[in-house]
């Protein structure tokens, strides 16, 4: 029953070294969003697909990319992670209607750890 | 001035009693809103949307105040399972970009 799935759960790293972070979804929902939660800390969005055009938010670090190869997945690579990089990564979806009142549903997020 | 502002508690409610707590937000032209709740180390999960006449879930209870820009959440009968951060979020230009709150922590105590 799960609709937006993310993987993996928990991901540990290096410094410096490039991590690719997944996120799937059943909803067949247009839009794909991808956040970046740190403790106590509000999300912040880092970029959204709307279907297959790429927006990113003006004070997301070049580090972060994204790929989305069809409606279902979205990838979040981290091509050299720093230290403060270590956050939540949240994967969230939304559509089917019209998007200034949908909502967004979230996948279970990936923790990231950087050493 | 943050787009979305709460009280981060955290509220310490017995069991059983009622809580209320706010979020304002600074865009006037803002839509819609929404409360999420986060569990700890989990994700946000949608509580409720918040209409324009408020509306009611349950024991909770959600108002929008558009001319004082506030939203605010009501918990009547507080369970232990209510404990969370309750999240306000605000949706903020057309294409559905939300602003989230930092969160209100509730710790609801037996």
């Known amino acids: 029953d799960a609709m937006v799935i993310q993987n993996p759960r928990y991901q540990v790293t290096q410094f410096g070294k490039p991590v690719t972070l997944s996120c799937s979804q059943t909803?067949?929902?247009?839009?794909m969003y991808w956040y970046q939660q740190k403790s106590s800390q509000a999300p912040k969005l880092l970029f959204h697909?709307?279907?297959?055009?790429?927006?990113n938010e003006a004070d997301t670090p070049d580090n972060f990319q994204s790929r989305r190869p069809n409606t279902s997945f979205c990838f979040l690579d981290i091509r050299s992670p720093g230290l403060g990089d270590a956050a939540m990564y949240l994967c969230?979806?939304?559509?089917?209607?019209?998007?200034?009142?949908?909502?967004?549903?979230f996948g279970p997020g990936t923790r990231l750890t950087v050493l | 001035r943050k787009e979305v502002e709460q009280d981060p508690g955290p509220f310490n409610v017995p069991e059983g009693a009622t809580v209320a707590f706010n979020c304002t937000y600074s865009?006037?032209?803002?839509?819609?809103f929404f409360w999420y709740r986060q569990d700890c180390r989990k994700e946000p999960k949608l509580l409720m949307s918040?209409?324009?006449s408020g509306n009611e879930d349950g024991r909770f209870t959600a108002q929008l105040n558009r001319a004082s820009q506030y939203i605010s959440l009501l918990i009547r009968d507080s369970k232990l399972s209510d404990s969370a951060t309750y999240l306000c979020?605000?949706?903020?230009?057309?294409?559905?970009?939300?602003?989230f709150g930092a969160g209100t922590q509730v710790v609801v105590t037996p």
């Open positions: 918040v209409y324009s």
């Open positions: 969230a979806t939304g559509g089917g209607g019209t998007p200034s009142t949908d909502t967004q549903y």
């Open positions: 979020v605000v949706n903020i230009n057309s294409w559905g970009k939300l602003q």
């Open positions: 909803l067949n929902h247009n839009v």
């Open positions: 865009n006037s032209a803002s839509q819609s």
């Open positions: 697909y709307y279907d297959k055009d790429f927006n």
